[in-house]
């Protein structure tokens, strides 16, 4: 399979979208990160802000990324890319996983999805919960590349004390 998309808001990158992206290259020739767009929320991170915080710690000649808005598949076929790789971190995750999967594989029969599970190291992290302790002064290093944490703390300040 020569390229894959992985779709995802990546608000922020946490090192488990970056496990993943090096695991699917291992896989894959070239990996698509589409960053979905939906206007009816209000990221942290702009579009641009993502797609630079993306380039920045995946520095891979082979990760392309981009964003799309609407539907997935549609914007796979638009792209001619016929797999899609999605992350699975817990047992709550993959019923949502498996309804999105039935649906987009009932919109567009020629586009699969590969279930990746996440690294032990990451099953726990997500983007809203690295975005809610950092927003409360928590330290997130660790959890996302050091390029993310930097952004994190221009946007919330220093890491607070708990004392």
Not at 9 to 34: C, E, W, Y
Not at 150 to 161: C, H, I, N, Q, Y
Request: proline share 5%.
């Amino acid at each position: 399979m020569p390229v894959a998309i992985y779709p995802g808001s990546f608000d922020p990158l946490t090192n488990g979208h970056l496990s993943l992206i090096q695991r699917g290259l291992k896989m894959f020739d070239r990996l698509i990160v589409a960053i979905a767009v939906n206007p009816k929320k209000t990221p942290l991170f702009s579009l641009e802000e993502r797609k630079v915080l993306i380039r920045e710690a995946c520095q891979d000649d082979r990760v392309e990324v981009d964003s799309f808005q609407g539907l997935l598949v549609e914007y796979a076929k638009q792209r001619q890319v016929h797999v899609l790789i999605r992350g699975l971190r817990a047992v709550s995750d993959f019923e949502y996983e498996f309804q999105l999967a039935n649906m987009n594989r009932k919109l567009a029969p020629g586009i699969e999805t590969v279930f990746m599970m996440t690294g032990e190291d990451y099953f726990y992290i997500s983007s809203q919960l690295v975005r809610e302790v950092a927003s409360l002064g928590g330290d997130v290093t660790g959890l996302v590349p050091a390029n993310v944490n930097a952004k994190l703390l221009e946007k919330f300040g220093p890491t607070r004390s708990t004392s």
